[in-house]
Nanobody, 120 residues
């Protein structure tokens, strides 16, 4: 059974940093592309970043240069390091597995989400 458990969300001031973690079970990180999505109040879900089995990464333009995705295969965990946070980064962040980008960003497996709130 595929499970994804996120942690690391919270409240931070603008300019601060947070690191989100996503621990997977029921599969290994080599099996699927893993991604982070977010949904802000009143907005559509947005693909933020993803990493494939070979370590290639993708970032949305809105977070490029500020967020870094990485993975630790030994811990079966994917991380999203978020620096220089802005109020517009406030959202519920979701880890997902078996991510695809065509025609739209989506995934087959989802975590329960973790809230990130950035105060101005």
């Amino acid at each position: 059974q595929v499970q994804l458990v996120e942690s690391g969300g919270g409240l931070v001031q603008a300019g601060g940093s947070l690191r989100l973690s996503c621990t997977a079970s029921g599969f290994t990180l080599d099996d699927y592309r893993i991604g982070w999505f977010r949904r802000a109040p009143g907005k559509e879900r947005e693909g933020v970043s993803c990493i494939n089995s070979g370590g290639s990464t993708y970032y949305a333009d809105s977070v490029k240069g500020r967020f870094t995705i990485s993975k630790d295969n030994a811990k079966n965990t994917v991380y999203l390091q978020m620096n220089s946070l802005k109020p517009e980064d406030t959202a519920a962040y979701y880890c997902a597995a078996d991510v695809w980008s065509v025609p739209d960003w989506n995934a087959n497996y989802w975590g329960q989400g973790t809230q990130v709130t950035v105060s101005s």
